[in-house]
């Protein structure tokens, strides 16, 4: 039995899964965001460790009820949301609250590491205000108290790992959001921590997502009634939930439908497209990469919408939108943080367009479903433009990936066949656990453990609302952030711009 831990953003989640790849438990424990100023998405790692604790408890408790004992499991696999800047001193407490992927401040330190010579090169990526490098250089510009005290930098699955095993260590997949990393030749890069004023003694040991990088503390393996099993590094949330449904492959490719929104490729090599704000980041497995295009909000936005028109959850307004058939009316952006890919526009904002005296909740309801699929869209086209192909089928995982309508919806804009497959709720925590099995077994073929899930429905494009999505509606909703984006920067410039 192989535990994997999943640190979302909006909570928790662990799986359990035996040799036969089939999750015998789960359970999760939610997360709360703190927004303290306009811009600004934090939380606090103590939340983190409390609801690690919860949820494994709640695990066990789960697996005992089936006849599964602790002391059966093998190794612990991690993933977790990327990018989060979690601050530690000396002794490894945390000096303040983590800031998060989704946190737009650092739009100013962004533009400072892009003058850094070869930047694009080493990293592959542009400077975006998500990654984890500008973050340190705006706590060196606005809290000096804290950076000069800063011991080590961890991402937010690796506290959890220091506070299972004692150990400062990251996997590559996840190293690679940080901006510090050297993407092509996958080690540290000693330029970029020069840039933000660090140097390697701030940095965790990198390991592969396959490899071991210590073994559970022994009074948590008490706790538990577990042996000190081994941990394995892991992978970034996206890298994770690859392997959990069996993206390992050049040309293999998947859809996200968490909080954020991610078309994910793994590339034939390494391969970058900066300047269509495409993600170009190490895979979790050695010697592979992928590209990304990443949104910010996604399924977040239906929680947003729900909220707005006074439906009582996210399942309500799903079934209030197939309910009365998409035939058009407003428009919805999708930038309640900013956005990533393609525009890395910090300061672009949601917007409902169009709206009228007969607008009513259900076509608010699609028209939100609709402004993240076209969200998607432009992803599409710039990982198009990176040279990924889109002759195969796309997984859909994610929270997202639940509702048939809006899964069908997302194939007719997209143009592609999305495959939804058992597990795809719980992918990134299941790649985990899928990557603690291959550390603890090294000789199991991949192809035996990073199998596809088994299928659950296959949604193909209708060529008639295919052509309604592309003809009538995507034009527009492309023009009115083009019109928009000098109000969203509030002087009438494109500060946020690629160019």
């Given amino acids: 039995m192989f535990v994997g831990i999943d640190l979302g953003t909006s909570s928790v989640k662990a799986v359990l899964l035996d040799r036969a790849g089939t999750v015998r438990a789960r359970a999760g424990r939610a ?71 989704n946190d737009g401040r650092s739009d100013r330190e962004c533009a400072e590491l892009e003058r850094v010579p070869g930047f694009r090169a080493i990293t592959g990526n542009l400077a975006m205000p998500g990654f984890t490098a500008p973050k340190l250089l705006w706590v060196r510009h606005h809290e000096p108290h804290v950076f000069e005290r800063i011991a080590k930098v ?15 260590a990251s996997d590559l997949s996840d190293a690679a959001g940080t901006l510090w990393l050297d993407v092509p030749h996958r080690r540290w890069s000693e330029v970029m921590l020069a840039a933000t004023g660090l140097d390697r003694s701030h940095m965790p040991e990198l390991f592969e997502g396959n490899a071991v990088t210590g073994q559970l503390r022994a009074e948590l393996a008490e706790r538990w009634g577990m042996a000190r099993v081994p941990v394995a590094a892991g992978a970034g949330d996206n890298a994770a939930g690859a392997i959990g449904a069996g993206i390992v492959r050049p040309g293999q490719a998947m859809l996200s439908l968490g909080t954020s929104g991610v078309l994910f490729a793994v590339s034939d090599g390494f391969r970058s497209c900066p300047e269509r ?97 076209f969200g998607l869209l432009d992803g599409l086209s710039a990982l198009e433009a990176a040279g990924f192909g889109t002759g195969t089928p796309l997984t859909v995982i994610g929270g997202g990936s639940r509702s048939d309508y809006w899964v069908q919806m997302l194939s007719d804009i997209l143009g592609l066949t999305l495959e939804r497959r058992e597990g795809g709720d719980v992918g990134p925590a299941l790649g985990a656990a899928r990557l603690a099995r291959l550390a603890v077994e090294p000789g199991t073929p991949l192809e035996v453990v990073c199998t596809a899930p088994p299928l659950h429905r296959s949604h193909r494009p209708d060529a008639v609302r295919h052509a309604f999505f592309r003809a009538e509606r995507y034009p527009v909703f492309c023009q009115l952030y083009l019109q928009l984006r000098a109000i969203f920067n509030g002087n009438g410039s494109s500060a946020a711009s690629l160019h």
Avoid at 156 to 165: A, E, H, M, Q
Avoid at 334 to 355: C, I, K, M, Q
Wanted: hydrophobic share 45%; net charge negative; aromatic share 8%.
């Fill in 277 to 373: 704000a495409v993600h170009s980041f190490c895979h979790a497995l050695p010697g592979t990469w992928h590209l990304m295009s990443v949104m910010l909000n996604a399924a977040s936005c239906l929680d947003f919408a729900a909220q707005l028109a006074g439906y009582a959850d996210v399942p309500a307004l799903l079934a209030d939108a197939e309910a009365h058939a998409w035939r058009g009316g407003p428009w919805f952006l999708p930038y309640l943080s900013g956005e990533r890919t393609p525009h890395n526009d910090p300061f672009a904002r949601g917007a409902y367009v169009g709206l009228s005296l007969g607008t009513r909740r259900p076509e608010l309801a699609n028209a939100t479903l609709e402004g993240v699929g």
């Fill in 154 to 168: 961890l991402l937010p699955k690796d506290y959890l790992r220091l506070r299972l095993t004692g150990d400062h």
């Fill in 31 to 101: 997360l709360t965001l703190s927004q303290p100023q306009p811009r600004w998405s934090e939380q606090d790692p103590a939340d983190w460790w409390q609801a690690t604790l919860e949820a494994m408890d709640a695990l066990l408790a789960e697996a005992a009820r089936c006849g599964i004992g602790a002391r059966e499991i093998a190794g612990i696999g991690l993933s977790g949301q990327m990018h989060g800047a979690t601050l530690l001193d000396a002794a490894d407490r945390v000096l303040r609250p983590a800031i998060l992927w």
